[in-house]
């Protein structure tokens, strides 16, 4: 009996542990996938991704990880106070001639799971 009593503790702090780290922050004011068409190979292009903290405490970007190096982000290391807005700019710049779709993942403070934001479009030859 004991040892399903400590089993049913254990999961009960586990499942609430869990919940806690998976909360949600923010809330996208922009759409998570951008599309940029069709683009002039080596012209770079950019665009941003506005975001709102809706939580109760000042939260912070701890890193934007990208899939190549072709794709750069650039972000404000600073608090972003409760309902307050900010923005993760990403930069493409289109070297290879062929579409693409690439994945831009937006870690927050204290959580474990990234943020998945995607740019996409084609690229074409310099004329």
């Known amino acids: 009996m004991k040892f399903i009593f400590t089993l ?3 999961s009960t702090i586990l499942s609430s542990n869990m919940s806690a780290q998976s ?19 080596d012209v770079p292009v950019e665009h941003s ?4 903290n809706i939580t ?11 899939t190549c190096g072709c794709t750069v982000p650039d972000w404000s290391y600073e608090p972003i106070l409760p309902g307050a807005t900010s923005e993760i700019k990403v930069e493409y710049d289109a070297h290879k001639l062929q579409g693409f779709r690439k994945r831009i993942l937006v ?10 934001l995607y740019i996409e479009g084609y690229v074409e030859e310099t004329e």
Request: proline share 4%.
């Open 23 to 41: 909360a949600r922050v923010i809330e996208w004011e922009t759409p998570q996938t951008h599309e940029f068409g069709d683009l002039i190979q």
């Open 107 to 116: 870690f927050f403070y204290d959580q474990k799971k990234g943020e998945k």
């Open 49 to 52: 991704f506005v975001f709102k």
């Open 8 to 10: 049913f503790i254990l």
């Open 56 to 66: 109760d405490e000042p939260i912070t970007i701890e890193n934007v990880r990208t």
